[in-house]
C-alpha cells in the first residue's frame, strides 16, 4: 500500500507561471515531510521540508502548504523557470529515519 | 562540498550472479539508505544503517542484503540476481543530528540483469 501517493506523473507549465505539485498521505504519525528534486543521471537533492506541526514554509520562490486535515501537501514554485524542469519527489519521514517516497511528477516548465 | 559516490553508474549483470553496488559518503554521516527506483513506483527503501555493522531492514529486503563495515562504506548485495532486480539503485546518507533526516543522495547505479 502507498502510503505517499503523487497522482499527477507530469505537469507543464509556462515559464514564469505557477507551478503546483500535489501529494496525498495516508498515515498520521508522519513528523516531516520534505520535497526532493531529481534531474536526469543525478541523484535526488533535498529542495525543502515542513515539520506536521506548521501549514506553510516558504523559502524563496518554494512554498510548501501542509492540509492535515486532507492529508495533503502541495509545493508552489513561483515564478517557474526552466531550470525547474526536473522530477519531484514528496517524501514523508517515519520513525526509526525511514522515509517514504511518491512516485514522482515531472515538471516541464517551457520557455 | 558534500558527496556520496557510487562505484558504477552503469553495470550489467547475467541471472545468477553475485552483484556488489559499493557507496561511500564524505560526511561523516551515521545513517545510510539503500533505495531502488523504478518508474511509477517512486523510491523504495531497501535496507539502510545508523551504524557500523547495525542494519534494518527497509520496505523491500527481499533478494538483497547489505554490508557496513566502516562508516563512509555502505554496500548492497545481491546473492543472486534476477530479472526482477534490473532497476535504478540509489544509495543515500543522513546525519542524526538532522532535524528532517534530510538525505544527500549519490548519483545512481543502473542495473541490468539478463
Known amino acids: 500500500d502507498q502510503q505517499v501517493k503523487q497522482n499527477s506523473p507530469s505537469l507543464s507549465v509556462q515559464e514564469g507561471r505557477i507551478s503546483i505539485l500535489n501529494c496525498d498521505y495516508t498515515?498520521?504519525?508522519?513528523?516531516?515531510f520534505l520535497w526532493y528534486k531529481k534531474y536526469p543521471a543525478e541523484g535526488p537533492t533535498f529542495l525543502i521540508s515542513?515539520?506536521?506541526?506548521?501549514d506553510k514554509n516558504e523559502d524563496g520562490r518554494f512554498t510548501v502548504f501542509l492540509n492535515k486535515s486532507a492529508k495533503h501537501l502541495s509545493l508552489h514554485i513561483v515564478p517557474s523557470q526552466p531550470g525547474d524542469s526536473a522530477v519531484y519527489f514528496c517524501?514523508?519521514?517515519?520513525?526509526?529515519?525511514?522515509?517514504?517516497f511518491g512516485a514522482g511528477t515531472r515538471l516541464f516548465v517551457k520557455a | 562540498d558534500v558527496k556520496v559516490t557510487q562505484s558504477s553508474r552503469y553495470l550489467v549483470k547475467r541471472t545468477g550472479e553475485k552483484v556488489f553496488l559499493e557507496c561511500v559518503q564524505d560526511m561523516d554521516h551515521e545513517n545510510m539508505f539503500w533505495y531502488r527506483q523504478d518508474p511509477g513506483l517512486g523510491l523504495r527503501l531497501i535496507y539502510f544503517?545508523?551504524?557500523?555493522?547495525?542494519?534494518e531492514k527497509g520496505d523491500i529486503p527481499e533478494g538483497y542484503s547489505v554490508s557496513r563495515e566502516k562508516k563512509e562504506r555502505f554496500s548492497l548485495i545481491l546473492e543472486s540476481a534476477s530479472t526482477n532486480q534490473t532497476s535504478m539503485y540509489l544509495c543515500a546518507s543522513s546525519t542524526l543530528a538532522g532535524k528532517y533526516n534530510e538525505q544527500f543522495f549519490g548519483p545512481g547505479t543502473r542495473l541490468t540483469v539478463l
Open positions: 515542513i515539520s506536521s506541526i506548521k
Open positions: 498515515n498520521s504519525m508522519f513528523d516531516y
Open positions: 544503517s545508523y551504524d557500523v555493522k547495525m542494519k
Open positions: 517524501a514523508a519521514n517515519r520513525p526509526s529515519f525511514k522515509t517514504i
